[in-house]
C-alpha cells in the first residue's frame, strides 16, 4: 500500500491561478460595461444634439419666413402712428399761417384755399385733411385733392381738376352742363370751361356721352380750321335731326356735327369717325366757300363727299 503526499504549495498555486482568472473576468466585464454604457451615454448625447440642431433648423426656417412679415408689420405700425407722432409732438399748438395751393389752373388758388373752410390762426392738429378732401371735391372743377399740414404753419392743398371738353345740352332742358375728359357731366362754372363744342341729345340721367362723341370730341382740337371755331360747332346724337314725320332719315342716321346756327350739318355716321373729321376738316381748309354754302355735307362715302344745299329737316 503506497501513499501519495500532496503538496501544499501546489494547491496554493492553484487556488492564486483560479482567483486572477475570476478577477480577470471580473474586471473584463466590468470594462464591457462600461463601454457599453459610455455607447449608450454616446448614443443619447448624439441624438440629444441632432434633435436640438433640428430644433434650431425649424426655427431658423420659421424666423426666416416670418422676419420679412414681421419687418412689414413694423414699418406699417411706424408709417401707421408716425402721422399721430407728428399731430402730438410737431403740429400741437401750431397756428395756421398760409395756405399753398398745387395744380390750380381753372380755378385760382384763393378760390381753392376759400374752398378749404380753415381760418388762418387755427391750430394744425385740429385741421382734419379729411374735410378739407371733402369740402373740396364739393367744387365741381376739382377731380381730387389731398392735403398735407407741415409744421412751420403751412398747409399744402394739392389738387387734379377737371378739364372740359364740350358743354351739354339735353333735348327735354335748356340748363347746359359741362362734359369732362373721362365723358361724365358736371355742373361747373361755363364761363371758367372757356369756348368749348356743344353736345345736344337724349341719354339718361345716369348714363355718361357715348364714347363716339367722345371720338370726335378728341379728334376737333387737332385741326386748326375746327378748334378756331369750336364754340361754333354742335354735335347731335343719333336721333337728333328728323324729317317732317317726325322720324330720322336713313340719310342722316348716326352722329351728325353742325358747324353754326345755320350752317351745313355734316353727317358723320357711327364709324370711322376719326378718319372723317380729318376728311371734314380738309374739306374746309380746301374749299371753304362750297362748304359755307352746303345745307348738308354726307362724308359717309369713302371715295366723295356728297353736299347737298336744300335745307336739311328737323
Do not use: C
Request: aromatic share 4%; no cysteine; hydrophobic share 45%.
Amino acid at each position: 500500500m503506497s501513499f501519495r503526499r500532496s503538496n501544499p504549495t501546489s494547491r496554493a498555486g492553484r487556488r492564486s491561478t483560479g482567483s486572477s482568472t475570476l478577477e480577470a473576468a471580473a474586471r473584463a466585464k466590468r470594462a464591457r460595461d462600461h463601454l457599453a454604457r459610455k455607447r449608450r451615454q454616446d448614443l443619447h448625447r448624439l441624438e440629444r444634439d441632432r434633435a436640438r440642431a433640428a430644433g434650431m433648423g425649424d426655427r431658423a426656417r420659421v424666423l426666416g419666413v416670418f422676419s420679412p412679415l414681421f419687418f412689414v408689420v413694423a414699418v406699417l405700425l411706424g408709417i401707421g402712428l408716425a402721422p399721430l407722432l407728428g399731430e402730438f409732438i410737431l403740429l400741437r399748438g401750431t397756428p395756421l399761417e398760409r395756405v399753398a395751393v398745387q395744380g390750380a389752373e381753372v380755378l385760382s388758388p384763393e378760390a381753392i384755399a376759400r374752398e378749404t373752410g380753415v381760418v388762418a390762426g387755427t391750430s394744425l392738429d385740429t385741421i382734419d385733411p379729411d374735410s378739407i378732401h371733402d369740402a373740396l371735391l364739393r367744387q365741381p372743377w376739382i377731380e381730387s385733392a389731398r392735403s398735407l399740414r407741415l409744421p412751420t404753419g403751412t398747409l399744402i392743398v394739392s389738387i387734379v381738376e377737371r378739364r372740359a371738353v364740350a358743354r351739354w345740352r339735353a333735348d327735354t332742358s335748356d340748363a347746359v352742363e359741362l362734359i369732362d375728359r373721362h365723358g361724365a357731366r358736371f355742373n361747373g362754372d361755363l364761363a371758367v370751361g372757356g369756348p368749348l363744342p356743344l353736345v345736344s341729345g337724349s341719354v339718361a340721367a345716369q348714363d355718361e356721352i357715348p364714347e363716339e362723341v367722345m371720338q370726335i370730341l378728341e379728334e376737333i382740337p387737332r385741326y386748326a380750321s375746327l378748334a378756331r371755331n369750336a364754340d361754333h360747332l354742335t354735335i347731335l346724337l343719333p336721333g337728333r335731326v328728323t324729317g317732317p314725320d317726325g322720324r330720322v332719315p336713313d340719310r342722316l342716321s348716326g352722329y351728325v356735327l353742325q358747324v353754326g346756327e345755320k350752317g351745313p350739318r355734316v353727317l358723320l355716321g357711327d364709324r370711322l369717325l376719326a378718319q372723317r373729321v380729318a376728311r371734314l376738316a380738309a374739306l374746309l381748309d380746301a374749299e371753304e366757300a362750297t362748304f359755307r354754302a352746303a345745307r348738308w355735307i354726307d362724308l359717309r362715302y369713302a371715295d366723295r363727299a356728297v353736299l347737298q344745299t336744300e335745307p336739311v329737316s328737323g
